[in-house]
């Protein structure tokens, strides 16, 4: 694997004997959790990679996506929550939409600010467009109605083809976008059945967007294949994935209850946005379950750093130790600026030191830190962190005794939305 596992930053809080106890004593249940046989079996279609990224299912999502890239340069990933922070994490994260991309990515459905659906329809006036709505559940109200706004957008545009401009990603059966694909002749592509959205990133949900950006999906896919298959091959004390749940879930029996997710390029907060959402929703039921929140080093230490540092100790940090490959160096000034000790140095150097100086200062003041680190960002780290993640959450929710793979209090917040808006039914 291209990531590493390092915890040697909690053992002043924990130890290895204590972490190898536990999995030793919990063997039968976490192999269960490995196997999928804990919790809602229609839910663990993504436990097996292969199962959603048949050659069949990856080739006529790049045929797709090659038709996009060659008439659109604005594409609109129409979806809230898990339907669109797996394609973002990675597109965003890879640097894939910075303004010399041959196509353009852009995000709706996402929130209900008319103001910001306006400045993205005048964004893409002048643009060849096309759109991806994507929903499990076609009741869900943000990406819905930015749809209804969306056909109205190419209608007032005269838009002739739009209905070939239109790709749905969704679930089969009557009232759900199958349904309206078919009435309208939209181009479906299935959202899978077994699959939640927020475990959905190597799956038709994930893919398609990667790919019109121009993320090697076979690469991504692959690489998730095999980390599916060394959780297998590996000792369960050896397991990446194991010993992170497990972890996560002692320091939390000993008050640790915050998890900061800590990352030093900005990008990478597409990922955390990501992330947050898997442990948050996954694990979130009870009131043992830890927060996950997300800070961006090094501009964040100047802001909640003194906090997370001194402050009251109930936090620990996981350090997402992977840097962008980069070639600016940094030229002697002809002024003197008092920063001659930079002169001719590697840019990327400085983010190296903060996130070096940060570890050291942070674990002196007795705050617990786990490392991901990679030498660099690319699709088979992307897929193994999100693996290796979407693993740990499945387990740490079976430790807390909660299932993973609902979210009834999502669900009740929409249930008071729709009687709010006057819905029937609600």
Not at 53 to 71: K, M, Y
Not at 140 to 157: D, H, Q
Not at 302 to 312: E, R, T
Request: charge should be negative; glycine fraction near 8%.
């Amino acid at each position: 694997m291209k990531i590493e596992f390092l915890e040697n930053g909690v053992y002043n809080k924990i130890k290895e004997d204590e972490i190898n106890h536990f999995i030793m004593e919990n063997k039968e249940m976490i192999q269960n959790v490995m196997h999928g046989t804990i919790g809602i079996r229609e839910s663990l279609g993504w436990l097996h990679v292969e199962e959603n990224t048949s050659d069949e299912v990856i080739t006529d999502i790049l045929e797709i996506a090659d038709e996009i890239r060659q008439n659109a340069n604005a594409f609109v990933i129409v979806g809230v929550g898990g339907s669109n922070r797996a394609a973002q994490s990675v597109i965003e994260g890879l640097g894939l939409n910075k303004f010399d991309s041959t196509i353009k990515i852009y995000y709706a459905g996402n929130n209900l600010s008319g103001d910001e659906l306006q400045t993205l329809f005048k964004e893409l006036d002048n643009k060849q467009v096309y759109i991806n709505v994507i929903a499990k559940d076609f009741n869900t109200l943000e990406p819905g109605i930015a749809f209804r706004m969306f056909r109205e957008y190419f209608k007032t545009r005269k838009v002739l083809d739009a209905k070939n401009r239109i790709i749905i990603t969704g679930s089969y059966g009557k009232g759900q976008l199958y349904d309206l694909a078919v009435k309208e002749g939209y181009r479906f592509l299935p959202f899978p059945k077994r699959v939640g959205g927020r475990f959905s990133a190597f799956t038709s949900v994930g893919l398609l967007p990667m790919a019109v950006a121009g993320v090697d999906i076979r690469k991504f896919t692959e690489a998730a294949v095999k980390c599916e298959i060394s959780n297998h091959e590996v000792s369960l004390q050896d397991n990446i994935a194991v010993r992170y749940a497990v972890i996560r879930y002692l320091l939390s029996k000993k008050g640790y209850i915050v998890e900061n997710l800590a990352f030093f390029e900005p990008l990478l907060r597409f990922y955390g946005g990501w992330w947050l959402q898997l442990h948050a929703e996954s694990e979130g039921k009870c009131r043992q379950a830890i927060l996950p929140i997300l800070t961006s080093f090094s501009e964040d230490l100047h802001a909640i750093g003194q906090y997370l540092q001194q402050g009251p100790h109930f936090i620990f940090e996981t350090f997402l130790n992977v840097m962008n490959r980069n070639n600016l160096f940094i030229s002697k000034s002809e002024i003197e600026d008092r920063f001659w000790y930079l002169d001719n140095k590697d840019y990327d150097k400085l983010n190296h030191a903060v996130y070096s100086a940060t570890k050291k200062a942070h674990t002196e003041d007795g705050i617990p830190v786990l490392e991901f680190r990679a030498d660099w960002a690319d699709e088979e780290v992307f897929a193994e962190l999100m693996y290796v993640n979407m693993i740990c959450t499945y387990l740490t929710s079976v430790f807390l005794g909660v299932e993973p793979f609902n979210q009834e209090g999502v669900e009740n917040y929409k249930k008071n939305l729709y009687k709010e808006l006057g819905k029937f039914g609600s």
